[in-house]
Nanobody, 117 residues
């Protein structure tokens, strides 16, 4: 069983930056995808950014050019650098790691990001 622990959330003013971290209890290179989702109050969880097999990355249109996903495999940690934050980025951010062929789909408990206007 893999555990994912997020950190780095907090309160920031619009235009500011935050860096989220997601540390896995196992080797992250074993996953086909690893990334970030978010859920704003009253809304469904939505995709933000992820790595997929081969090292490529995907981003939601709403965060392209502002957010950057990266990783440190030696530390089993993925990061989400968030710049130029907007009030609409306010949400609980969840880390996800998956290996669908093996039925693996893990979620962290989330970290709250609040962007004030």
């Amino acid at each position: 069983q893999v555990q994912l622990v997020e950190s780095g959330g907090g309160l920031v003013q619009a235009g500011g930056s935050l860096r989220l971290s997601c540390t896995a209890s196992g080797n992250i290179y074993s996953f086909n995808s690893m990334g970030w989702y978010r859920q704003a109050p009253g809304k469904q969880r939505e995709f933000v950014a992820r790595f997929i097999s081969g090292g490529s990355t995907n981003y939601a249109d709403s965060v392209k050019g502002r957010f950057t996903i990266s990783s440190n495999n030696a530390k089993n940690t993925a990061y989400l650098q968030m710049n130029s934050l907007k009030p609409e980025d306010t949400a609980v951010y969840y880390c996800n790691a998956a290996r669908p062929a093996y039925g693996m789909d893990y979620w962290g408990k989330g970290t709250l990001v609040t962007v004030s206007s």
